[in-house]
């Protein structure tokens, strides 16, 4: 799982969070962390954090236009490139695959803002 510095950072860069039941969220303003279940959670609230998963950060990558490829040796790495553009690769190294993921969809989001 992602961890709230990156979550943060992903929600200021403009990822938008439609909560499906058991994703996972932090609560900042009572440092919880829990799962969305839709009776429960305001997660449009400014100190609420979507905790994506692997698999919904990797979906988020190729919705954008890049594909990807996992790989671990002593970290994790991701590299992407947008679809048919090997000449644009970009590494991302981290302690999970989780964060490199989420690293890179950062990188991506900020590129899209800078178009």
């Known amino acids: 799982m992602i961890s709230l510095e990156i979550a943060q950072a992903l929600k200021d860069a403009g990822l ?18 829990g799962h969305y279940d839709k009776n429960y959670i305001d997660f449009m609230a400014n100190n609420v954090y979507h905790a994506l998963s ?22 994790y790495e991701i590299s992407i490139c947008p679809w048919g553009d090997i000449s644009k690769a970009k590494t991302f190294k981290a302690k999970s695959p989780e964060e490199s993921a989420a690293q890179a969809l950062l990188w991506i989001i900020e590129q899209e803002k800078g178009e």
């Open 16 to 33: 938008k969070w439609t909560p499906h039941t058991g994703d996972y969220y932090y609560r900042v303003y009572d440092q919880g962390f």
């Open 54 to 75: 692997l698999s919904q950060l990797l979906a988020e990558i190729e919705a954008r236009g890049y594909v990807w490829a996992l790989r671990h040796s002593g970290s």
